[in-house]
């Protein structure tokens, strides 16, 4: 099988190295062409000038962009990922993405023979290297198990959860979720510790009872009581991602006044923090808030 992979971001990157790594044929782009001219040296790939380049031959074409839109945005044209595409071939579209843009990408690909799934990955970067994401894919189930040993290279669960445009969905629901709690987390932590309680106690106390989250038990020691802040998911993506599940909300008449009110603040965040800001980064909005550092 030839796999091409365009999008060599924090998250592709070692995807990306996984599959080369595992012996597989891999082409790679990406807009700035310097990160995959070095990837392709250090992983022995080829580096593809242009999408349709990196299409040539490709069997499974996997791109991992910031948004759906992003990935639109390389279809069309002469250097387009469809002028490069055999018919057969399947794009595999690893963006944290929008159902709406996916349904229009597999519209622009089917009269060209082009199969489409959207695919969304969960477990950060640190899952990626170890190839323990989680992948939740929306499209034909067939033409998932048709790329299932691709997959398997960066994941150690596939989950097909519906049509194309549902893992887009399944993921902006989890991220809407994973904003709430890193938030709810920030303001309880913050007015523990005014009240005089140290926080680590509290800690072990939370994540041995009902209110634990993957932010009280990971997010908050490893990266805010350290002081840390390790940049690794921009909280950019994670205000995109619960913009996604905000407008879903509303476009199905659900009243969601929690996500949209967490989308806000998101929104407000990226303004004041900056579009390079990880995601944990929002914690310490709040502790200007509240005058007081979580530690
Ligand atoms: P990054 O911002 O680190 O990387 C974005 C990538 O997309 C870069 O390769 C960038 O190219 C490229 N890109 C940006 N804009 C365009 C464009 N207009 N046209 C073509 N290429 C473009 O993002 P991540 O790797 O962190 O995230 C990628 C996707 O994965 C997002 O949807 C995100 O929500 C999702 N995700 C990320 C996780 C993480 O832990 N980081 C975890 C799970 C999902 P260039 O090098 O030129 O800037």
């Given at each position: 099988?030839?796999?091409?992979?365009?999008?060599?971001?924090?998250?592709?990157?070692p995807?990306?190295?996984?599959?080369?790594?595992?012996?597989?044929?891999?082409?790679?782009?990406?807009?700035?062409?310097?990160?995959?001219?070095?990837?392709?040296?250090?992983?022995?790939?080829?580096?593809?000038?242009?999408?349709?380049?990196?299409?040539?031959?490709?069997?499974?074409?996997?791109?991992?962009?910031?948004?759906?839109h992003?990935?639109?945005?390389?279809?069309?044209?002469?250097?387009?990922?469809?002028?490069?595409?055999?018919?057969?071939?399947?794009?595999?579209?690893?963006?944290?993405?929008?159902?709406?843009?996916?349904?229009?990408?597999?519209?622009?690909?089917?009269?060209?023979?082009?199969e489409?799934?959207?695919?969304?990955?969960?477990?950060?970067?640190?899952?990626?290297?170890?190839?323990?994401?989680?992948?939740?894919?929306?499209?034909?189930?067939?033409?998932?198990?048709?790329?299932?040993?691709v997959?398997?290279?960066?994941?150690?669960?596939?989950?097909?959860?519906?049509?194309?445009?549902?893992?887009?969905?399944?993921?902006?629901?989890?991220?809407?979720?994973?904003?709430?709690?890193l938030?709810?987390?920030?303001?309880?932590?913050a007015?523990?510790?005014?009240?005089g309680?140290?926080?680590?106690?509290a800690?072990?106390?939370?994540?041995?009872?009902?209110?634990?989250?993957?932010?009280?038990?990971?997010?908050?020691?490893?990266?805010?009581?350290?002081?840390?802040?390790?940049?690794?998911?921009?909280?950019?993506?994670?205000?995109?991602?619960?913009?996604?599940?905000?407008?879903?909300?509303?476009?199905?008449?659900?009243?969601?006044?929690?996500?949209?009110?967490?989308a806000?603040?998101?929104?407000?965040?990226?303004?004041?923090?900056?579009?390079?800001?990880?995601?944990?980064?929002?914690?310490?909005?709040?502790?200007?808030?509240?005058?007081?550092?979580?530690?």
């Amino acid at each position: 099988m030839n796999i091409a992979f365009l999008g060599l971001g924090a998250i592709g990157r070692p995807m990306a190295a996984r599959i080369a790594a595992a012996g597989l044929t891999l082409t790679v782009w990406n807009r700035t062409g310097e990160r995959a001219e070095t990837f392709a040296a250090e992983h022995g790939s080829r580096h593809a000038l242009t999408p349709a380049d990196a299409a040539r031959d490709a069997d499974v074409v996997i791109t991992c962009l910031p948004e759906s839109h992003h990935v639109y945005g390389l279809l069309d044209g002469p250097d387009g990922l469809i002028a490069g595409l055999k018919r057969g071939a399947t794009l595999v579209d690893c963006t944290s993405g929008d159902p709406a843009t996916s349904r229009k990408i597999q519209a622009a690909l089917a009269p060209h023979g082009v199969e489409f799934i959207d695919a969304p990955v969960s477990g950060g970067v640190s899952g990626a290297e170890k190839g323990t994401l989680t992948v939740m894919v929306g499209g034909d189930a067939n033409v998932l198990d048709g790329v299932r040993p691709v997959l398997a290279n960066f994941s150690t669960k596939v989950v097909h959860c519906g049509g194309v445009g549902a893992g887009d969905t399944v993921k902006a629901v989890n991220q809407a979720f994973l904003a709430i709690h890193l938030l709810s987390a920030a303001e309880g932590l913050a007015t523990l510790v005014k009240e005089g309680v140290d926080v680590t106690a509290a800690l072990e106390v939370i994540n041995a009872s009902s209110g634990r989250s993957n932010s009280s038990m990971n997010l908050i020691p490893e990266r805010v009581l350290t002081r840390a802040f390790p940049r690794t998911f921009k909280l950019a993506l994670l205000e995109k991602d619960i913009g996604i599940a905000a407008g879903l909300a509303r476009d199905n008449r659900v009243p969601a006044p929690v996500t949209q009110l967490t989308a806000d603040l998101f929104r407000v965040a990226r303004g004041e923090l900056g579009e390079l800001a990880d995601h944990v980064e929002i914690v310490k909005m709040v502790e200007v808030w509240a005058g007081v550092e979580i530690k």
